[in-house]
């Protein structure tokens, strides 16, 4: 069975730090994604990670994949309140055509003044 | 483009009750999926399709029925409502990946109470 774990659960920053949040998982799989879910609202596409080494970067977000380590990183660089909302990774099955997706419990990111 | 729809937004069953989640897609997706939502819990697949006339059991089936008659549309029916299933529900879709494409496209999502 294939568990995604995410770390922290919670994080509380100060605008302009930065922070990283982890995902680890348990079996090998090169399809690694994160979304973005503001509260009450759906879930945001923000990346999707297809191969070892894999880094993309959208404004203050980057995320990297590495697929040996079995692990994936969505680093924050100088946050903003705007950042503030939980991120979930979610990873899917190694060789699986059915795309089914497990994913974290979230990381739950709240960026104050 | 909608994207992913899904009716109704919101809703309260008595126990024993059932009710159908509407899920509709206009993006001619071959994949399509329903999840539910608990507080802490991230998401869990519940069932999933591949195309329409084929459906298969996610990781929490158990009190949900699926179809999909369509490419459009697909359905997720609760026969016999428990306060267990009070959560949020969540429908997706995504190309096949002969677009390149992997990404799962998720709909508002229902916010179902069961009391």
């Known amino acids: 069975e294939l568990k995604v774990e995410q770390n922290p659960l919670f994080l509380s920053m100060q605008e302009g730090k930065n922070y990283t949040i982890y995902c680890n998982y348990s079996?090998?799989?090169?399809?690694l994604y994160w979304y973005r879910q503001d509260p009450g609202k759906s879930l945001e596409s923000l990346f999707v990670?297809?191969?070892?080494?894999a880094v993309k970067q959208e404004g203050r977000l980057m995320a990297s994949l590495d697929t040996k380590a079995r692990l994936s990183t969505l680093h924050i660089t100088a946050a903003v309140h705007d950042l503030s909302a939980t991120y979930f990774c979610?990873?899917?099955?190694?060789?699986?055509?059915?795309?089914?997706?497990?994913f974290g419990k979230g990381t739950l990111l709240t960026v104050n003044p | 483009n909608a994207g992913v729809t899904q009716t109704p937004k919101f809703r309260i069953l008595k126990i024993g009750q059932s009710m159908t989640l509407q899920c509709t897609q206009d993006?001619?997706?071959?994949?399509m999926y329903w999840y539910r939502q608990d507080p802490g819990m991230g998401l869990k697949l519940i069932y999933y399709?591949?195309?329409?006339?084929?459906?298969d059991k996610g990781e929490v089936p158990n009190g949900y029925n699926v179809s999909r008659s369509t490419t459009e549309d697909f359905p997720l029916r609760l026969e016999l409502a428990a306060p267990s299933q009070t959560s949020v529900y969540f429908c997706?879709?995504?190309?096949?990946?002969?677009?390149?494409?992997?990404?799962?496209?998720f709909g508002p999502g229902t916010r179902l109470t069961v009391t």
């Open positions: 399709s591949v195309g329409a006339g084929i459906t």
């Open positions: 079996t090998t799989s090169d399809r």
């Open positions: 997706a879709s995504s190309p096949s990946i002969t677009g390149g494409k992997y990404e799962q496209y």
């Open positions: 993006m001619n997706h071959n994949y």
């Open positions: 990670l297809l191969s070892n080494g």
């Open positions: 979610a990873v899917d099955e190694d060789g699986g055509s059915n795309y089914k997706l497990t």
